[in-house]
């Protein structure tokens, strides 16, 4: 009998990255903590560098499975985001806007995961 040693399985998921990726949803919080002011330029900025940060760290790090490690950074941003939200008694919404917000979360995790895969495509191509 042969032992078969080649080891053809997936990599598991990198959860220490995706959960430190998804912990920049605090960024929402501590902005209103240090007194930038609400509004448009704020909510732009945030929004510009975690997607600046997710796309830069998954899409040039050559993070296995983009796509979904960056949906999954997406859901668990919006349950960081809600439970903070639900600490700092920011909550007061219906139960089903839970399930729609935490929805959009993870819909722009897959974009900026396929944006991340095209670079890493581009990338390997380029080598």
Do not use: C, Y
Not at 64 to 77: C, E, F, K, M, S
């Amino acid at each position: 009998m042969t032992e078969n040693t080649s080891d053809t399985s997936r990599p598991g998921l990198p959860w220490l990255l995706i959960i430190g990726l998804a912990s920049l949803s605090l960024l929402w919080p501590l902005a209103e903590l240090v007194g930038i002011p609400q509004g448009a330029p704020r909510a732009l900025t945030i929004i510009a560098v975690i997607a600046a940060t997710w796309i830069g760290v998954v899409g040039f790090g050559r993070v296995p499975r983009p796509v979904l490690v960056l949906a999954l950074t997406g859901l668990i941003h919006g349950v960081i985001a809600l439970g903070a939200a639900v600490l700092l008694g920011g909550f007061d919404r219906p139960i089903w806007t839970l399930f729609a917000g935490l929805a959009i979360d993870m819909f722009w995790g897959t974009v900026a995961g396929l944006v991340a895969l095209g670079i890493q495509q581009i990338r390997k191509a380029a080598a």
